[in-house]
């Protein structure tokens, strides 16, 4: 079974312009949470969707990040515009929602944004 | 959520058994602890997940006190490929979307 993909791996852009990061979960799995880690720092809650519906967006930094999921397969998180402090490794992960106590989350090797 | 407090890092030599603590003095009833592992440039990876006592699995075994206030990662006979970071996560139990907050983790170096 393929685990969760991210695409691209690494993404340099320069300050101001658009990056769209690509997910795509694990097949089934109907949550599908979005982290980043900037440099130094903790890895950091950004969004949750069940399915298509965003359950949970307390963690996006600015209205400069617009994530997606239509059709509640892949998922998309756009910058627009990219500032330097957006430089971090941002992971996707998904879960099944089963229903039991706790599912686990998997999550995806990451992409490296470099903002210059 | 419930915070947790672990080593920042630690060392060990080959072949040896290492244990990583985990506090975490206000989980709750319905919390889960989970332990992730994470290699550079790679994403966290799921080790195991217990509700108490011990559990076991091909990687790993979790001990957790009655408690549950505390937890820990044993992980036996370390190699070289084990040097990683460890986090230590409580989950809430009741289903479905778990908001995970991750720490700095414990950064397990392995020696030759």
């Known amino acids: 079974e393929a685990g969760v993909t991210q695409f691209p791996s690494h993404s340099v852009i320069e300050k101001g312009q658009t990056v769209t990061l690509r997910c795509d979960p694990i097949?089934?799995?109907?949550?599908l949470y979005w982290y980043r880690r900037v440099m130094g720092k903790e890895i950091k809650f950004l969004l949750h969707?069940?399915?298509?519906?965003?359950?949970?967006e307390s963690g996006m930094p600015n209205n400069r990040f617009l994530a997606e999921r239509t059709g509640g397969t892949y998922s998309t998180l756009k910058v627009q515009p990219a500032e330097l402090e957006d430089s971090g490794v941002y992971f996707c992960?998904?879960?099944?929602?089963?229903?039991?106590?706790?599912?686990?989350?998997?999550f995806g090797p990451g992409t490296r944004l470099t903002v210059l | 959520l419930a915070k947790t407090t672990q080593p920042i890092s630690m060392d060990s030599y080959e072949g040896q058994e290492v244990n990583i603590t985990c506090s975490h003095n206000?989980?709750?009833?319905?919390?889960?602890i989970t332990w992730y592992q994470q290699f550079p440039s790679q994403g966290p990876r799921f080790i195991i997940q217990?509700?108490?006592t011990k559990v076991t699995n091909e990687v790993a075994s979790l001990f957790i006190p009655a408690d549950r206030k505390s937890s820990t990662l044993s992980l036996p006979r370390v190699s070289l490929s084990d040097t990683a970071v460890y986090y230590c996560?409580?989950?809430?139990?009741?289903?479905?979307?778990?908001?995970?907050?991750f720490g700095i983790g414990t950064k397990l170096q392995v020696i030759p």
């Open positions: 992960a998904s879960s099944l929602n089963s229903g039991l106590s706790t599912d686990t989350q998997y």
């Open positions: 097949s089934g799995h109907d949550n």
């Open positions: 969707f069940v399915k298509e519906s965003k359950q949970d």
């Open positions: 206000n989980i709750a009833t319905n919390d889960y």
């Open positions: 217990g509700y108490k």
């Open positions: 996560l409580v989950f809430k139990g009741s289903g479905g979307y778990q908001k995970v907050t």
